[in-house]
């Protein structure tokens, strides 16, 4: 399988502390996988620096077949904001936009018309089951409606891949498994690559692949039969 | 662990309280220090006021030269009289001792009473004097320098002072009887104290506003603190008092600080020229009890503010944990200026009743006040309609963020707005007040006045003329005689005074007829009023008047004056030029033995002191406040990103390039900032026309500057929230960190 994200001799450390240790990994086009370990094993800087959020130390990451570690910030924003799609622990919604303006900044962002913007950020809300909820602010949504609607911001856009950073963190049993269908199906439709770090092994359990990490070293990727 | 050390071991391990306990006690610095400042004015009036008390008569009698005999408390006798050089003032003080007495119990800065023919002068006059020619200053005052004035006997230390000795006989003819020199009580200078008054209002609200910016900064994680505390069993007493704690510590720290700059606020304004000069660094001494009131009532406020600005958490915790939906503003408010505007001026309507400007003070407050409670409300209506027509993601922000919380928008803007509001008030004020100085003079440009009678005139005009010549001028001086007429049903002044010497002499244009001749308004017949013990007659002056109708008086040539007529006063009057002004005078006083002469620069000299201390001031106040303003809005921004800095975290790890979101945030500071500045200008404009209408009926000019402290206060505002884009670059740097 041709490999879309990849990431080779990655290392990150925090003064005398490496958060990574040396990591190769590879996620393939429309490929979901799970990043588990323990807390502070070095998952979420994994996904931040396979994401361009932050330099590595050392390692290359490519994408296709450009470089990115080798970009300069402002290249790296554009590029996130166009092939990559986020969804955080809480959401991380502006707080002040509707469900609707919030998915659709990423479109405004990216230079696309009010018009469009909005009919797309429409159109992804009903498909995550949120039709009519289009103009509630975050603070009168659910925590799991909220993590929809961040899930729709991710990928209105069609990114090439999705970074979830333990996307159900804040949310029950059962509507955490029902964002990770929600996001699993949403990644399925546009053929994006979905990057999800998760502590929770039930979580992982639903995902395809899951790559598990410790002191900042893969210890082991197992793909599910 | 108590409240105290709470507050303590949460000021050494959070960096954020560092950087807003550090600003607030910033802020109640320059607060306490400038209301200290502020407070001083009227005390270093006085100081001065009292130091020239011997300068000014306080006679025994209402005047002496009416008088017979002496009364038995007088020791001296004095006359005080204003001069220039180059434009400067000097006070002239004769005096005569009557009895050994005189030389007791001597003003400070005085170690002695001239003898006759000897003068006491200021160190500057004594510079000045041996700098030029004896003709132009040094023999005005007939008398020999045999010392100097000391600093406690001047108003200021670049006074120009002479204090001259003389026997009775020898002193000028309006001379009082007094008890000492140095008699009478000192007041404060009401103008300075009415404007430190209103310099409290608007420097104090800044820096309040200041602090308030501050404190807001760590306000969003302190709900969060303290609301957990509070939803962990603290009682709303102790969640109070550790707040009252916290802030306590800035507002104390800040207060001692302000204490400890006073004096060097106070160095620097003794250099602020005030009444014609600078200070002396003691007149800004203030009593222990009104500093120790300062330094207790400024931070007692800003505790009182932030204690009252925690209701939500004291009686609703899980509100400020969760969030909740603002309610949205009463249209109401958009009532609190025009009330305020309304109040403000019947307390100017009524301020003559109640004689105080106290009212008129608190109605100012007021009005200062009532921008800060229509702003948040336009602050909202200008973010509906940004949500409505935003077509760039910047604007759909700014438009949200403005609707959202309208309060905290509007209060980065609230320091500038009062800046521009004070602003828009003096430059209303100043052109308005420049109008009317030297209106309607009755005196020409470059023309010198002593104002005699018909006795001394003559002796004046030939000993003058001698003087002149003798100092090889070609100017002489001539007299001019005042009567009452009346031509048809209007009462003039009739000026005795050939035509010819008249176009030299007062500020009239006239065409001369070749023959002595009656000039008036009109052509119609002029009676002249003279007055025979008690009975008053009209006598009709012989000849028809030329009519000339540009002028405001009757000029009379002195030999169409009937004989029976007394004159009401006479001017012995000298023109001078440029060139030839300072001896000029210099032969007048030397002839009039220090008599009063006054000239149209003299008078507008006085004017133009006055307006050029309240434009100092205006500069001052208004540099200050937008400085403060500025402070505020710039905190206000950094605060408003550390307040959204996981959102705005988030917004970047997803690709939201900074300059987008400084664009949004500059929006959000700079649009509400230039509505309610523009409204503030109107508002300060509105408020310096009624000013005005105080001390004028004249109508006030309103000149195209006014837009100045509007563009200003826009300049500011948005120069402040430029400090968004470092603000971002921080969170840029490390998006997703915990705060």
Redesign the interface.
Known sequence: MTSLLSGRGLVKHYGDAYALAGVDIDIAAGEVLAIVGPSGSGKTSLL?VL?G?LKADQGAITLGTQRIDQLS??RR??????E???V?QSG??????TAE?NVA??L??GGR??NMAVSTARNWLGRVGLAGKETR?P??LSGGEAQRVAIAR?IAHRPKVIFA?EPTGALDTKTGHATIETLMGAARETGAALVIVTHDRDIAAMVPRTVAIRDGRIEHSAVAA | MNSFQLAVRVLRVDRRTQVSTTLTALGVAVATGLVLLLVSLPFATQARAERVLWQDPHPTYADMSDSAGTDPDATLEIVTSTDEVDGKVITRVDVAPLSAAAAKDLPPGIDRIPGPGEMLQSPELAQLASSRPAAELADRFGAKPVGLLGEGALMFPEQLVALVGHTPDTMPANKLQQARLGDGSAEPDELLSLLAGVGVVVLLVPSLVLVASASRLTAARRERRLAALRLAGATPMQVTAMVAAETGLAAVAGAVVGVAMSPVLHAAATWVSWDGGTWLAHDFVLPWYVTVLVALVVPVLVVGAAVFGLRRVVNTPLMAVG???RKPLSVVRLAAVPVAVGFFFWMLMTVNQTDSMLPVLVALGLLMWSPTVVGPWVTSALGGVFTKV????AV??AG??L???PKSAYRASAGVVLAVFAGSMALTLMPSLEGESGYRSPYRESVLYLASDEEQAPAVVEAANEKLARYGLAERAATVGFVSVRQGSTDLTGYVVSCANAQVLLPVRVSCVDHPAIYAPSGSSVEVYSYDGEDERQEPLAGKPVASRDLPMVLIDPSLVPAGASLSGVDVAMPASNASRETARTAFLAASGGAQVISKEMMLGDQNVQLADLRRVTVIGLVTASLLGGLSAAISTAGSVLD?R??F?????????VR?LARALRAEAALPALVATIGAGALGTVVGVGLFGLVSKSAPVLSPWLAAPVVLGALVALLAASVCTPALNRV?AE??ADE
Do not use: N
């Not at chain 1, 924003?77 to 166009?82: D, Q």
């Not at chain 1, 991380?92 to 936009?97: D, F, I, K, P, Q």
């Open positions: 931040h994401a959020i910030e402002t924003s554009e590029l996130r904001r166009t990559f799609g986020f955080f991380m919604l502006v707080a002040e936009l303006e900044l990423p405004l962002l018309d009010r602010r603070g009168e991710s950073d | 969030g909740h939906t935003w077509r760039k993601p759909l922000l949200r963020r609707r959202d919380d959204r996981k959102t975290g988030a917004l970047m790890a997803a690709g939201t390039p987008t840029r998006p997703l």
